[in-house]
């Protein structure tokens, strides 16, 4: 009984020995250990290939990222001229006091990011959103007929965001 064990152990580290000996002759086994510790990790050339490819996707993306804030300052402010105007509207059938300073949308001049509300008249019919930065943004103006309803909207340069070319928006 001794003597079959003895066997069976000296079997069982032969098989053990000879799966070592398969697994480290393997060429993935053999490339992961001549890999030295200097040979690991990434290239310079590697490095160098994707901060060139950031780079680049980052100047294609902010001068886009620019134009979208610049859209949506007046986007904002345009939507606060017309809710103004709206508010006026509501103000006049209510029978309340249609002066700009009354209207609560236009009640703080600096609610808008770069621009600066004003009236055109002392009526609430009438609006201007002033930019801050002339070079960047337009002015927006609002103009509703408190008679006909009739609104015009224009704007000072037609080819900044938020305007149409024709003046308007």
């Excluded at 901060?51 to 300052?73: D, K, T």
């Excluded at 009640?107 to 002339?134: D, E």
């Amino acid at each position: 009984m001794v003597a079959y064990k003895c066997i069976e152990n000296i079997t069982m580290r032969s098989i053990t020995v000879l799966k070592l000996r398969n697994y480290i002759q393997q060429p993935k086994t053999q490339k992961i250990l001549k890999t030295r510790p200097w040979e690991e990790g990434f290239s310079l050339i590697e490095l160098v290939v994707v901060i060139a490819v950031l780079a680049i996707l980052s100047a294609v993306a902010i001068p886009a990222f620019v134009g979208v804030q610049a859209n949506a300052r007046a986007s904002a402010v345009k939507n606060g001229l017309v809710n103004g105007v709206k508010e006026c509207a509501v103000r006049d059938s209510d029978n309340k006091s249609i002066d700009f300073t009354d209207a609560k949308s236009f009640s703080n001049a600096n609610a808008f990011n770069g621009f600066s509300l004003s009236g055109v008249s002392s009526s609430c019919f009438a609006a201007t959103a002033s930019a801050k930065n002339t070079s960047q943004q337009s002015d927006f103006t609002i103009v509703m007929s408190s008679s006909t309803g009739d609104i015009v909207k224009q704007c000072s340069k037609s080819t900044l965001p938020g305007c149409n070319s024709n003046g308007t928006w």
